[in-house]
């Protein structure tokens, strides 16, 4: 495939852990530890196709009404997934958690701002990781920032672009989003990255995140070099 083909950035909704556990006869956790697992492999399998940059939704603003002991499952998860997640960083590899993870637990919150610090030098593969992230939540904390310096005086609602609203999203450091994956059956967006996705192509599939492997994602690949991508002209 010519470089062209192959997406720079894929955002990854990881969905279909709590249906896998039950088929399963096992607890949602046990779902989410085997989605935790598929995370760090589908890193490498991005690296192996050329892809750039992966971003992928882990918790979002509305996962909070999840009950207590899923959401505590999910941040153990996490908290094991930390150490994993430096080894990559002697990989070259860059993490960007993207989403408001002041309101994550100090121990965490602390270990995440310092693996971001410490990668942001690494050039051969940029993870971006969504926790207590909401796409609406990213637009409307970037029109406030962008409210109080009109305010201010320090510049005028003319001056409100579109640019300056990308500079102040998650993302702005990561290429532009080229597709996202969707597995699980489930075709919506779940107010993930919905500014990045405005021009990205869709690719749902029915397998279940934790059943997912490297040939679905050549598939979606696949597909997606096939796409006419016109971005609004012919
Ligand atoms: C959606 O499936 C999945 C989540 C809300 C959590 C995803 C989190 C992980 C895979 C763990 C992440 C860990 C690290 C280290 C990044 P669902 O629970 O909504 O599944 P269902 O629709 O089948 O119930």
Same mark, same amino acid.
């Given at each position: 495939?010519?470089?062209?083909?192959?997406?720079?950035?894929?955002?990854?909704?990881?969905?279909?852990?709590?249906?896998?556990?039950?088929?399963?006869?096992?607890?949602?956790?046990?779902?989410?530890?085997?989605?935790?697992?598929?995370?760090?492999?589908?890193?490498?399998?991005?690296?192996?196709?050329?892809?750039?940059?992966?971003?992928?939704?882990?918790?979002?603003?509305?996962?909070?009404?999840?009950?207590?002991?899923?959401?505590?499952?999910?941040?153990?998860?996490?908290?094991?997934?930390?150490?994993?997640?430096?080894?990559?960083?002697?990989?070259?590899?860059?993490?960007?958690?993207?989403?408001? /993870?002041?309101?994550?637990?100090?121990?965490?919150?602390?270990?995440?701002?310092?693996?971001?610090?410490?990668?942001?030098?690494?050039?051969?593969?940029?993870?971006?990781?969504?926790?207590?992230?909401?796409?609406?939540?990213?637009?409307?904390?970037?029109?406030?920032?962008?409210?109080?310096?009109?305010?201010?005086?320090?510049?005028?609602?003319?001056? /409100?672009?579109?640019?300056?609203?990308?500079?102040?999203?998650?993302?702005?450091?990561?290429?532009?989003?080229?597709?996202?994956?969707?597995?699980?059956g489930e075709q919506r967006l779940s107010n993930f990255l919905i500014w990045q996705a405005a021009y990205a192509e869709f690719v749902f599939m029915d397998v279940l995140w934790p059943d997912f492997t490297k040939k679905n994602l050549e598939f979606a690949v696949t597909e997606y070099s096939a796409r006419n991508r016109r971005f609004g002209g012919i």
């Amino acid at each position: 495939m010519e470089e062209k083909q192959i997406p720079a950035h894929i955002g990854f909704i990881m969905d279909g852990n709590g249906r896998w556990a039950k088929k399963h006869g096992m607890p949602r956790n046990f779902g989410h530890s085997k989605g935790a697992e598929v995370f760090k492999k589908t890193i490498n399998w991005c690296r192996e196709l050329g892809v750039k940059c992966a971003t992928f939704y882990a918790f979002s603003t509305e996962n909070w009404k999840r009950p207590a002991d899923e959401v505590e499952g999910i941040m153990n998860l996490l908290r094991r997934y930390i150490k994993d997640i430096r080894t990559y960083a002697k990989d070259n590899v860059r993490f960007i958690f993207i989403g408001d /993870i002041s309101q994550l637990a100090e121990d965490i919150r602390l270990e995440l701002f310092d693996i971001m610090e410490t990668t942001k030098e690494n050039t051969g593969f940029i993870a971006g990781v969504a926790l207590n992230y909401g796409g609406r939540d990213e637009i409307t904390n970037a029109a406030r920032i962008l409210a109080k310096k009109a305010v201010n005086g320090e510049i005028s609602p003319e001056q /409100i672009t579109e640019n300056s609203i990308e500079e102040l999203l998650y993302t702005s450091e990561m290429p532009p989003l080229d597709l996202v994956i969707r597995p699980s059956g489930e075709q919506r967006l779940s107010n993930f990255l919905i500014w990045q996705a405005a021009y990205a192509e869709f690719v749902f599939m029915d397998v279940l995140w934790p059943d997912f492997t490297k040939k679905n994602l050549e598939f979606a690949v696949t597909e997606y070099s096939a796409r006419n991508r016109r971005f609004g002209g012919i």
